[in-house]
């Protein structure tokens, strides 16, 4: 298959390119930035195009090789959940981008959506729920996913929307919890910061995400609405302490520091079996 990556250099697509090539797969990587791309060791084997979705292409489909499938990644400035700008400038460029793709032929589309388009829900949760987004990130993300929903009525083509939920793993974003847990205990402090840490969360290393969207690819009969997760609740505290043992490390935990965000439900985590039930073997 003939796959365009875009976001490609980001946290997911530096993952998901060299895995979409070891499955046999030809890749079309965009991303902003060409000198970051070339710093990949997968630069060499893809077909590399660099420009921003938020500027219009004249034929989209041209532009990237004509592909059969497009894994859209990327957005940008994240994590800023509250900022204004995801729903001001990201969301309108990128349904714009998106569609153009759609008109230009290209029939598949596998959009990556996230978790927070739930809003405060509490506990197991299925895509059947109802959306609720709390903050402009998810309200740009669960607004996109409606608008490509409705285009569908107008120019049939396949949308798979994979709502991702807690990941973790190498290119995570330095203002990450593990990121400063690492930096933490790299610099040798004795005591690390957060909150209380009885929150329930549903973490999947990237790497098994990036496994998992590029089989839900594979699988065109699984679309609409499909969680990225494990569906196995951990504690943020647990998932830190695990973490620190990992790493040999000594460090204290100084628990309640930080309040808990007030974007997100105490407990949450995702119900995982749409995909199990169609991509099983990923």
């Not at 990327?74 to 998106?98: D, G, I, M, Q, V």
């Not at 998992?212 to 494990?230: D, F, K, M, Q, V």
Request: proline share 6%; glycine share 8%; hydrophobic share 40%.
């Amino acid at each position: 298959m003939k796959v365009l990556v875009t976001g490609a250099t980001g946290f997911i697509g530096r993952h998901v390119v060299p895995q979409l090539l070891m499955r046999g797969h030809f890749v079309t990587a965009n991303a902003r930035d060409e000198a970051k791309a070339r710093s990949f060791d997968w630069f060499g084997r893809v077909s590399f195009v660099a420009c921003d979705v938020h500027r219009p292409l004249g034929n989209p489909s041209e532009a990237f090789g004509h592909p059969d499938a497009v894994m859209h990644l990327a957005w940008p400035r994240l994590p800023n959940y509250k900022a204004l700008f995801h729903y001001e400038e990201t969301f309108p460029a990128h349904y714009r981008f998106l569609k153009s793709l759609v008109e230009a032929g290209i029939g598949q589309l596998l959009v990556t959506g996230t978790c927070l388009e739930y809003g405060m829900q509490h506990g197991a949760l299925n895509e059947s729920a109802m959306t609720a987004p709390v903050n402009p990130y998810a309200l740009a993300k669960d607004t996109l996913h409606k608008c490509l929903q409705s285009l569908r009525r107008d120019q049939p083509f396949i949308l798979q929307w994979a709502r991702l939920f807690y990941l973790y793993g190498p290119g995570q974003n330095p203002n990450s919890l593990l990121a400063q847990l690492d930096r933490a205990i790299d610099n040798g402090e004795t005591t690390f910061n957060m909150s209380g840490g009885d929150q329930l969360r549903d973490y999947l290393p990237v790497e098994g995400a990036a496994m998992r969207l590029i089989s839900l690819l594979e699988h065109p009969e699984c679309s609409g609405a499909i969680n990225i997760c494990t569906g196995e609740p951990i504690s943020v505290r647990t998932f830190v302490e695990q973490h620190i043992a990992k790493r040999g490390a000594k460090i204290q935990l100084n628990l309640g520091h930080h309040p808990y965000p007030d974007y997100e439900p105490m407990a949450f985590w995702g119900d995982a079996r749409k995909y199990s039930r169609h991509c099983q073997n990923a």
